[in-house]
């Protein structure tokens, strides 16, 4: 007997079809996994089972299976902090700072009085490496931080069926290791598991079969062992191999309060932050110069995004340091808007905060508000940057999206279009942290291409974070973070060869 069974299911939004009948059965001990480029349809699934949509067909479930089910996605974790921006916004108009603060340990159960609840999350908090951070402030956790908490939460439920959404994306290869072995665990003890992922190598071993997802259809399913093989990249995906030519860089005229002479981009001297006793980056010393492109790598943590942070003016605490952008010191005259105006960023936390005023925006308005590094689109955009933008669109395969509404796009493909946003205005440093989160095969390939190029060919600086093992040829330096063994972390810098990073 199934545990769900869909049976001839179409799902409709606005007049677009989503998923087109939608035949697939889940058994008993099963684990699958649901693969597929943006925008096939792959988290509209699990929306079904959940209940949180309505469809058309026949959908059948396992009775208390959904009260049972935990639910780890980027929803979650974009809804949780939208939320404590509001509460940040309501303490500083009271002056209650400290009120209604949220920190990790409240997202877990209560366990006054179990002692066996108790020893769970002890022992679930350890294995994902995050039993340090309980009393930490959730707006201070890393991406990775607060995915990993979010897995934690749906753990401590002893959920029977565990739906897990990109659950690699913002780990480092550590944390990642210790959750694939973490999930192995789980399904050896009859937890069943229905995940999708965009890397093939993410896929634990405990997987027994696979959905292939496109253009909201199936396109084949089955045992993992028969399903995975070499030809199903290129079948499911279409050619990779297309290069793009980044449109040229519009003429706008722009003034600026910075040095535009200047060799130095950003440069940091004796650079802290720290939030109470916990000290986030420690004596920081850091050049970046023109025509160099640098590769930001360390653990969950580590301080990689409150880095960048002082850079695109995000952190207020630029000021109480020593901090050189663009050959002007922060707080000598310049606004938060000047900065921007200099700067392109992707960011899970900037995709999060990209909370739109209207909730009709479209495709090419969300491209268009990069002009203005705006949440939103609140100024009319004159010809010459209406016509970039929609070359940006052409370029990138994304001229589909013009005109849907942004709101109801796969976040993959709302992440596309936030990179295009980036690059729109040809910016002197391009800042990419964890960009591809959410972005399919092809499309990843395409947009490294891209990026190489800009980085190569252009006068853009690249300033780049990932934990993946796969990086851009165009990379002229790296930055490190390394334990020091005190609990911290040391930064090492490192020039390369181009393109080569052994």
């Known amino acids: 007997m199934s545990r769900i069974r869909f049976h001839h299911v179409n799902l409709v939004i606005r007049g677009r079809t989503v998923l087109q009948d939608i035949s697939w059965s889940i058994d008993p001990h099963q684990n699958w996994v649901v693969i597929g480029p943006n925008g096939a349809g792959k988290t509209s699934l699990f929306k079904i089972i959940l209940g949180h949509i309505y469809y058309r067909g026949d959908l059948y479930t396992e009775a208390g299976l959904r009260e049972q089910t935990a639910y780890v996605s980027f929803d979650r974790q974009s809804d949780l902090m939208r939320r404590e921006a509001l509460k940040d916004h309501a303490r500083h108009f009271s002056g209650n700072f400290e009120q209604g603060v949220v920190t990790a340990a409240t997202l877990l159960p209560s366990l006054a009085g179990n002692p066996d609840a108790a020893q769970k999350m002890h022992s679930i908090t350890v294995s994902l490496g995050i039993d340090s951070l309980l009393e930490r402030e959730i707006r201070l956790l890393s991406t990775g931080e607060m995915r990993k908490m979010l897995i934690a939460e749906a753990l401590m439920s002893s959920p029977r069926l565990l739906i897990l959404d990109e659950p690699y994306d913002g780990l480092d290869h550590a944390s990642a290791q210790s959750l694939g072995r973490l999930l192995e665990r789980l399904m050896s003890e009859h937890v069943q598991v229905l995940m999708v992922t965009h890397r093939f190598e993410e896929i634990p071993y405990g997987i027994t079969h696979v959905l292939c997802m496109k253009q909201g259809e199936i396109y084949r399913q089955g045992e993992k062992e028969i399903v995975l093989d070499r030809q199903l990249l290129k079948d499911l995906y279409g050619n990779t191999g297309v290069r793009i030519i980044p449109p040229d860089k519009p003429r706008l005229r722009v003034p600026t309060v910075f040095n535009e002479q200047t060799d130095s981009l950003i440069r940091m001297v004796n650079v802290t932050v720290k939030y109470g006793e916990k000290i986030l980056l420690e004596g920081v010393n850091w050049n970046v110069k023109k025509g160099e492109n640098w590769l930001i790598v360390g653990p969950n943590g580590a301080g990689k995004s409150t880095l960048l942070s002082l850079i695109t003016a995000d952190n207020p605490q630029a000021y109480a340091n020593e901090i050189y952008l663009f050959g002007r010191r922060r707080g000598t005259g310049e606004s938060i808007w000047d900065i921007k105006q200099k700067i392109g960023l992707v ?105 190489d190029d800009i980085g190569t060919r252009t006068a853009t600086t690249i300033l780049y974070v990932t934990h993946q093992q796969e990086t851009l040829a165009c990379i002229t330096h790296t930055l490190a973070f390394r334990p020091d063994g005190s609990g911290g972390y040391r930064v090492v810098q490192t020039a390369l060869t181009r393109g080569n990073l052994q």
Do not use: C
């Open 347 to 451: 960011s899970s936390e900037f995709h999060i905060r990209y909370t739109l005023p209207s909730a009709s925006i479209t495709g090419y308005q969300v491209l268009l508000s990069g002009f203005f590094d705006s949440v939103g689109l609140f100024r009319q955009a004159d010809e010459t940057q209406r016509r970039t933008a929609m070359q940006w669109l052409q370029e990138l395969g994304l001229a589909a999206y013009a005109d849907r509404v942004y709101a109801h796009l796969s976040y993959g493909e709302q992440r596309m279009l936030l990179i295009a946003r980036a690059m729109v205005k040809s910016p002197d440093a391009l800042v990419l942290d964890e960009p591809f989160q959410g972005v399919d095969y092809a499309n990843r390939r395409l947009l490294m291409d891209l990026i």
